[in-house]
């Protein structure tokens, strides 16, 4: 298959099987161009569908804990963050960050997940769309309060 065909593909399984069946030495300079393309769309579909299932796995929403030790009781917060990372071999604050993009996709910017699910946009686009919309969101939801309460 030439690499040139590639962009017609459908960002998923069938584009990695045509990869897959890419002879590499038999490509000029542009076809083996077009092949990176297609990986980091490839690349972008896979970590959407693992943010997708991050959510599935520590929900929408942060969970808090208690448990008694000594008769005492603390608060865990977020226990499937330490999980998360602990099966992933990521440290604490990578998985942390990693759940928060994937939260934030899903709650604040569900089109931009649709882009990424899709190849159009990477992991760090995304991360970047989201935390703009968290800049934009939070003055608008602190002058909504206001507004609400009277201040």
């Known amino acids: 298959?030439?690499?040139?065909?590639?962009?017609?593909?459908?960002?998923?399984?069938?584009?990695?099987?045509?990869?897959?069946?890419?002879?590499?030495?038999?490509?000029?300079?542009?076809a083996k161009l077009a092949r990176i393309v297609a990986w980091e769309r490839v690349s972008a579909w896979a970590a959407a569908q693992q943010n997708a299932a991050i959510v599935e796995y520590v929900g929408a929403t942060p969970h808090v804990q208690r448990v008694q030790v000594d008769g005492r009781s603390l608060q865990l917060a977020d226990v499937s963050r330490s999980e998360l990372a602990c099966a992933l071999r990521w440290s604490e604050n990578t998985a942390g960050a990693r759940i928060e993009l994937a939260r934030g996709l899903a709650r604040e910017v569900p089109e931009a997940a649709a882009a990424m699910a899709a190849g159009s946009?990477?992991?760090?686009?995304?991360?970047?769309?989201?935390?703009?919309?968290?800049?934009?969101?939070?003055?608008?939801d602190q002058a909504l309060m206001r507004t609400r309460c009277g201040g």
Do not use: F, K, W
């Open 121 to 140: 946009i990477s992991i760090l686009q995304a991360r970047a769309i989201v935390e703009g919309s968290q800049r934009l969101v939070a003055p608008i």
């Open 1 to 30: 298959m030439q690499a040139v065909d590639l962009a017609n593909i459908p960002t998923g399984i069938e584009l990695v099987c045509a990869l897959a069946e890419i002879e590499v030495d038999a490509l000029d300079a542009n």
